[in-house]
């Protein structure tokens, strides 16, 4: 098995899967970020959470921008017919939102002008 840790990317969510079970002790969340390093030709690259970690897309939408530290991984499978085939993965470590979707509504509230209700500023300590 190969196995590269901490390997960094940015980019846009583009699709986010439902978790799938896969076993008894086994689940997974595959989700797909499009990164614009060439807005010409975009890439968009399948991710996977796996275990606990699929739990992290739940607060994400599509569109929103994210930074991803993944590993990259792959194994050789061996069909019943003997034929040999190779699989990649990139499993993510850690998952974090660089910037909202436009319509995410991530802004701040407006501040209030004035005091709050009940404010007594009449003591003269200066602090």
Same mark, same amino acid.
């Given at each position: 098995?190969?196995?590269?840790?901490?390997?960094?990317?940015?980019?846009?969510?583009?699709?986010?899967?439902?978790?799938?079970?896969?076993?008894?002790?086994?689940?997974?969340?595959?989700?797909?970020?499009?990164?614009? =390093?060439?807005?010409?030709?975009?890439?968009?690259?399948?991710?996977?959470?796996? $275990? &606990?970690?699929?739990?992290? +897309?739940? %607060?994400?939408?599509?569109?929103?921008?994210?930074?991803?530290?993944?590993?990259?991984?792959?194994?050789?499978?061996?069909?019943?017919?003997?034929?040999?085939?190779?699989?990649?993965?990139? =499993?993510?470590?850690?998952?974090?939102?660089?910037?909202?979707?436009?319509?995410? $509504? &991530?802004?701040?509230?407006? +501040?209030? %002008?004035?005091?709050?209700?009940?404010?007594?500023?009449?003591?003269?300590?200066?602090?």
């Amino acid at each position: 098995m190969l196995r590269l840790m901490g390997i960094n990317v940015s980019g846009k969510l583009h699709t986010i899967f439902e978790t799938k079970q896969i076993t008894d002790r086994f689940q997974k969340r595959e989700f797909v970020v499009e990164m614009a =390093d060439n807005p010409k030709y975009p890439q968009v690259v399948m991710f996977q959470l796996t $275990g &606990d970690r699929c739990g992290q +897309l739940d %607060d994400f939408k599509v569109d929103d921008e994210v930074r991803i530290e993944f590993s990259l991984r792959g194994r050789e499978w061996t069909s019943p017919q003997g034929e040999v085939k190779y699989f990649n993965s990139l =499993d993510v470590w850690s998952l974090e939102l660089t910037g909202g979707s436009p319509d995410r $509504g &991530d802004e701040e509230p407006p +501040l209030p %002008d004035g005091p709050p209700p009940g404010f007594d500023d009449s003591d003269d300590i200066p602090f």
